[in-house]
């Protein structure tokens, strides 16, 4: 039988590390803009490797690690890296519950709403006790691509897993349906909801441009509907809003994404962020 020294025990592992998170990185680096690399976010396999094989830790670090460096001078330049690291944590746990309620907030209002549906399918998947995902998820479908379908079923996948909001949350689908909800009110209230629930100020400060941001998108709604009703005709074009005095200019969007008028109505502008267009 060999026996090995701790210390060249140590030495080796440590040696592991290094080279497959520094080939983990360089991997990632051809993805990444210049304006990020310094924020660098370490591949699942990687992650595994550090923490001795446990996801779940390696996924709260992540997460904690998100929480204390999402921040940044641009939130178009930080938004590589928050829709990386949120997946990363939804790859190592899906069910954690921080990721999958900060990483609704952050990306659905921060251009990213692709990647935000895809880390709430993970999470309505693998916490089948949770009402909350698939509360987020089928709002989400509504509101962001008015998909009724898809919505109607996630509610009611919330509905069967409700114990005191069951009957509100099959109401909710069928007044989806019959277009009988304000969802610009409701996301409104949902957005207040999270930053006055919070003492983080840098997640304040996110949040409270992504609040303004869909101030906008109502503010253009609301006077869409005034056009409309004020001529008779459907909006055909945005600057129609500005020729008919119903608004002097465009609302500003703080992150600087925009809004954008696709079949008939306003949206929030995404953001697409390279490598990730595909989801598994």
């Not at 446990?54 to 460096?69: Q, Y």
């Not at 989400?140 to 114990?163: M, P, T």
């Not at 840098?202 to 906008?216: D, H, I, T, V």
């Not at 005034?226 to 608004?247: F, N, R, V």
Request: proline share 4%; aromatic share 10%; hydrophobic share 40%.
């Amino acid at each position: 039988m060999y026996r090995y020294s701790w210390p060249f025990v140590t030495l080796g592992s440590v040696s592991v590390f290094v080279l497959t998170a520094w080939v983990g990185m360089q991997g990632q680096s051809r993805h990444i803009p210049p304006e990020v690399t310094d924020r660098i976010v370490i591949s699942a396999p990687v992650q595994l490797l550090v923490h001795g094989g446990d996801r779940f830790l390696a996924a709260n670090l992540e997460v904690i690690r998100l929480a204390a460096t999402a921040s940044g001078s641009n939130d178009r330049d930080s938004a590589n890296y928050l829709t990386r690291a949120h997946s990363l944590a939804a790859q190592l746990n899906p069910c954690h519950e921080d990721n999958y309620y900060l990483g609704n907030a952050i990306l659905s209002w921060g251009g990213m709403q692709e990647e935000s549906l895809n880390l709430l399918e993970r999470a309505t998947e693998c916490r089948f006790w949770d009402e909350v995902p698939p509360f987020f998820l089928g709002f989400n479908h509504y509101f962001f691509y008015r998909n009724i379908d898809a919505a109607r079923h996630a509610l009611e996948v919330a509905a069967g897993r409700a114990s005191e909001n069951a009957a509100a949350l099959r109401k909710l689908a069928v007044m989806l349906a019959v277009g009988q909800i304000d969802d610009e009110k409701m996301a409104l209230s949902y957005l207040r909801e999270q930053i006055q629930s919070t003492d983080d100020i840098r997640l304040k400060e996110m949040l409270e441009k992504r609040l303004k941001r869909l101030e906008g998108l109502i503010a253009l709604r609301q006077g869409q509907q005034h056009y409309e009703e004020k001529t008779g005709h459907s909006l055909q074009t945005p600057q129609q809003l500005i020729d008919s005095g119903i608004i002097e200019q465009f609302p500003h969007d703080p992150l600087g994404l925009g809004y954008e008028f696709v079949d008939g109505i306003f949206r929030l502008r995404t953001l697409k962020i390279e490598g990730l267009e595909n989801h598994q």
